[in-house]
């Protein structure tokens, strides 16, 4: 065994003269670390040259291999064509002659189940399990950790539950690794907005954007919020989002709060692809709304 001084073992000779060429510590420790520092590119480029010369040997003993193999005159055992090249094994000239050739009836009872994808007792291969949902019984591809379906995660109360608690849970570890960053208010606008926010200043209508009504739990922002003539108008600007089934469910609670409070909700549905029919649109709803606007 060859020890060098930064500590590690070789069984080799040459293997450890090949190290101590480019070991730091070995070179500074003889030499001196001025030495090492004035011959520290001749030591990398002897190191990639002598990785070179090691790739390149191996490179011509493989090729000396392979034409020693060619030279004996192999023949296939499929369709008995001399090979001029090796493939895989060496044992067949190309795939087609692999793949048909005659195999043994143990082989085939393998290969069969292989590909059915039946359970083999005697190899001690268990079937697999069906999983499914716990509320909906749908059949899943993956077992999730809360057991429900993607569905029943978001619509169902007990999926909102055990949603909330994982939430809780995550937020809990955020914190004690110190990851959090705080609560910030919300100052991204959408584009949509923006627009809408230009068209009111050119027809020149008073308005305050995301204006905020108390409720029992939470606050209600109002993307627009428009008084005229003692009549409070709540103008919402609704993007896909909008269309989801949860989320018409809230927006429905949230109208009948305002609704009661004595607000008018005028809803828009914005387009969210850039074509000629959405542009269109984007000038109907906006017309509509005017007309609307001038006949409070």
Known sequence: MYTCICGKQFDNSQAYNGHRCHCKQYQIETYGEEHYQKNKELILTRCANASKTLRNNLLKKKQEELEKWISEQHACEHCGKIMTEKYGSGRFCC???????????????????ALKGKPSWNRGIKPKKEVRCKLC?????????????????????????????????????IIAEGRHKGWQPRNIKSKSEEYFAQILDTYKIEYKREFPVKHINQNYLLDFFICKNNKL????????????????????????FLQQKGYIIYRIKWPYRNSVNSQQLIKNNIDNFISFYNNL
């Open 95 to 113: 795939k087609s002659c692999a793949n048909s050739r005659h195999h043994s009836e143990n082989t085939r009872k393998k290969m069969s189940i």
């Open 137 to 173: 019984g749908k059949l899943l591809k993956k077992q999730p950790k809360t057991g429900l379906c993607q569905d029943c995660l978001r619509y169902t109360e007990e999926g909102k539950k055990l949603k909330s608690i994982k939430a809780q849970e995550s937020q809990k570890i």
């Open 233 to 256: 108008v709540d103008v919402e600007i609704d993007g896909k989002q909008h269309n989801y089934k949860d989320r018409i469910k809230l927006d429905k609670i949230r109208d009948e």
